[in-house]
């Protein structure tokens, strides 16, 4: 557990620095693309949604991890109106030898689901883990996705991060 913790520190600051400014954006500025107006828990409902499609495309069977969206702030903007949600979640198959094929399906996958793959290949990591990056510019929404091969068992992590939404007038944005 404490090795997941630690990995969830790292990948989560490095998926959102890797998306923030890839290409969701409607014009080629490292601004943040603009989500639209909603409330942090109808967006956070919308986040899970778009991580439950990523987790139908993988195709092998297996498990996830049981977490739930957060909120973060957009960079630049008003902390009380605007914000964005992030999805940390993991995939452990049921057989370690389904790994590679539950990367080599979202590789397939998800540009087929209106996901344009923008980065994959193996990190500055000792292991060389596989990691990709993918951006859905309809639904302002990007995926970081890490293959841990050498994990016992392997896993999947995954952290799905949207544009920056604002609050409907009169609102503030809801932390969690």
Do not use: Q
Request: glycine share 6%.
């Amino acid at each position: 557990m404490k090795t997941k913790l630690i990995t969830l520190a790292f990948t989560v600051p490095l998926a959102l620095t890797t998306l923030t400014g890839c290409s969701m954006t409607d014009n080629d500025s490292d601004e943040t693309p603009s989500a639209g107006t909603s409330t942090s828990r109808d967006a956070s409902d919308a986040m899970e949604k778009v991580s439950s499609g990523i987790y139908d495309l993988i195709g092998v069977k297996g498990k996830t991890s049981d977490s739930r969206p957060g909120v973060m702030d957009c960079s630049g903007k008003d902390t009380k109106t605007y914000f964005r949600i992030f999805h940390p979640w993991s995939f452990t198959p049921a057989s370690a030898s389904d790994i590679d094929e539950a990367m080599e399906r979202l590789k397939t996958e998800l540009p087929k689901h209106g996901w344009k793959i923008v980065e994959y290949g193996p990190d500055t990591s000792k292991n060389k883990n596989i990691k990709m990056t993918a951006d859905n510019d309809k639904k302002k929404v990007g995926v970081n996705i890490v293959k841990r091969s050498k994990y016992d068992p392997p896993i999947l992590d995954l952290t799905v991060v949207s544009g920056c939404y604002k609050v409907p007038d009169g609102e503030e944005v809801e932390r969690f």
